[in-house]
């Protein structure tokens, strides 16, 4: 919707009276308003562009009852298309063969000093956004980095169901099948003064079940 202003090194356009240039003006003016009347044509409420889009443009979309929003982000739009269940298109010539996307709201809302376009009701709403505000950068950064852990750890455990208990669970389910296989196994040629239902313990170290607790080093005076 920019190419009313795309330039053209090495050019020169000449006049002879200012009727000429309005005459131009009026030219460019059709060609815009040709071009948007093709994407009005698609049956569309919101067009969604990734470059910018004038005033003439724009006006004209608002008078046909078509929203339109520009400066799209690139990555953003491929995400957006995906969850609308659309396509991206590039040519507005057929628009039998376009793929639109659908949505229940498109709103625009505050988050802070910041307008946002938000859209809500998407046939595939797997996908969601999450804002994170914070005073500082380092802030920020942490909890971006906190938030892509958790969804790490979510993602695997979509993926794989059995979960490993840490904090020394592992360690000490082992160490308590060890003593109760020790309770039933009888001991083999050991001194008088060890008990047979201390055989497996005489192999395998005793291991204590309770996880220690640390203390904090004392600071110095």
């Known amino acids: 919707m920019d190419t ?111 307008r946002l376009i938000r859209f809500s009701g998407l046939p595939a709403s797997q996908a969601s956004t999450i804002v994170l505000r914070g005073a500082a950068q380092h802030i920020l950064d942490e909890a971006d980095r906190s938030l892509h852990d958790a969804l790490s750890v979510l993602s695997q455990t979509v993926v794989e169901t059995r979960t490993v208990l840490g904090g020394g669970c592992s360690e000490s389910l082992m160490a308590k099948a060890v003593d109760e296989a020790a309770k039933r196994t009888p001991g083999q040629a050991l001194p008088r003064h060890w008990r047979p239902s201390l055989a497996p313990s005489a192999r395998f170290p005793p291991s204590s079940p309770t996880t220690p607790a640390t203390t904090p080093p004392s600071s110095a005076p």
């Open 4 to 114: 009313d202003k795309v330039k053209i090194h090495g050019s020169r356009v000449r006049t002879d009276s200012t009727a000429r240039v309005a005459e131009i003006e009026a030219a460019e003016r059709l060609r815009m308003e040709q071009k948007c009347q093709k994407i009005i044509d698609h049956g569309i409420s919101v067009f969604i562009n990734r470059q910018l889009i004038y005033d003439v443009p724009m006006q004209f979309f608002a008078s046909n009852g078509v929203v339109a929003i520009e400066h799209a982000d690139f990555d953003g739009v491929e995400r957006l298309a995906l969850v609308t269940g659309g396509e991206i298109a590039s040519t507005f010539d057929h628009p039998e063969l376009v793929k639109l996307g659908t949505a229940g709201k498109v709103e625009e809302i505050m988050i802070g000093e910041d």
